[in-house]
Nanobody, 124 residues
Framework: HVQLVESGGGSVQAGGSLKLSCVGP????????MAWFRQASGKEREVVAS????????FLTDSVEGRFTISQDNAKNTLYLQMNSLKPEDTAMYYC??????????????????WGQGTQVTVS
């Protein structure tokens, strides 16, 4: 059973920073589309950022553009999400997810086949 393990969440004041990490099996991070999703209380899960394995091309949703950065270290089998200038509306459970390489990285949760358990981010 493949699983991703997130860490790095916590509580911060508005304007602060957090860096989330997601560790996966060695065959996942270099060859799967990797993404961060978040789900706020009472809302649907939404994509935050994704990274394509072949060329490292990235997607960031408009609300985090310029504040968040997605990256990965294949030697450590780890995906990261650097979050700066955090806002209260960034408060959510953040999930790491992966799906087998395709011609593009999907932006919808249903296409992702591997998930982590989530890490809570609270911004006050």
């Amino acid at each position: 059973h493949v699983q991703l393990v997130e860490s790095g969440g916590g509580s911060v004041q508005a304007g602060g920073s957090l860096k989330l990490s997601c560790v996966g099996p060695g065959y996942v991070t270099p060859s799967y589309c990797m993404a961060w999703f978040r789900q706020a209380s009472g809302k649907e899960r939404e994509v935050v950022a994704s990274i394509y394995p072949d060329d490292g091309s990235m997607f960031l949703t408009d609300s985090v553009e310029g504040r968040f950065t997605i990256s990965q270290d294949n030697a450590k089998n780890t995906l990261y999400l650097q979050m700066n200038s955090l806002k209260p509306e960034d408060t959510a459970m953040y999930y790491c997810a992966a799906h087998p390489r395709n011609s593009y990285c999907s932006l919808v949760p249903v296409d992702y086949t591997v998930w982590g358990q989530g890490t809570q981010v609270t911004v006050s």
